[in-house]
């Protein structure tokens, strides 16, 4: 096996927002959330990539950005879910806002499903590792291996819903009682170019 050198580029932006606080009423000014693209990555043989090389990558990691982008802005003006990088703690009053739960509603379930389907993945390598040698599987403890792995897997996931339902229910129950609920001003034209509008 060869050693390869990974190189890899991010891409991100910035978006201006604001928002009138539902607690204390007071305007939050300008603020910035730093939206950041996936990764682009690329596996040389070398420590150095050409500049063909470098100018894929950064054209990759652009489109990452564009894509990142296109989903918060889909998500905020279409579904008034917004991404956690637009920060909801009140400047003045240091307190968070209605707006922010349906983000951590909709990523109620997004690491356990990670997390189940990285245990499947060894799981089912395990087993057929354990099968791909006659003999080896002659003993019925070793089915528990796989099974094991499996079983630690969803209750890492169980855990994992645990804690974003209790961030969840906190925020909720924080913001549950204001007077007026707002929704941030998001001031997307400063990405108008990396941003097709007309999908909301
Ligand atoms: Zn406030």
């Known amino acids: 096996m060869g ?3 990974k190189h890899t580029r991010t891409e991100s932006a910035k978006v201006p927002y604001s928002f ?7 305007d939050s000014g300008t603020r910035q959330a730093t939206i950041v693209g ?5 596996n040389s043989m070398s420590r150095s990539i050409s500049q063909k ?11 990452k950005l564009k ?3 296109q989903e918060a802005y889909e998500n905020a003006e279409g579904k008034h879910i917004y991404a956690k990088e637009f920060n909801d703690i009140c400047p003045h009053c240091g307190k968070p806002q209605s ?10 379930f997004e690491n356990s499903i990670v997390s189940v389907i990285v245990g499947l993945i060894f799981a089912v390598g395990s087993y057929f590792y354990i099968k791909s040698e006659p003999g080896r599987f002659e003993e019925s403890w070793q089915l528990g291996v796989p099974i094991g792995i499996m079983a630690v897997a969803v ?4 855990l994992l819903f645990a804690i974003n339902m209790v961030k969840m229910s906190s925020k909720n129950k924080k913001t549950a009682n204001v007077m007026q609920k707002n929704l941030p001003d998001i001031q ?9 509008m007309s999908r909301v």
Request: aromatic share 10%; proline share 0%; hydrophobic share 45%.
């Open 99 to 108: 707006w922010a739960v349906a983000n951590l509603k909709n990523k109620l």
């Open 20 to 26: 009138r606080c539902e607690q204390c009423m007071k």
């Open 3 to 5: 050693s390869y050198y």
């Open 67 to 69: 894509n990142a982008l």
């Open 38 to 42: 996936n990764e682009a990555v690329h």
């Open 155 to 158: 209750i890492i996931a169980i």
């Open 53 to 63: 090389e470098e100018a894929n990558m950064q054209k990759e990691a652009f489109q």
């Open 188 to 196: 997307w034209d400063a990405v108008e170019g990396m941003i097709d």
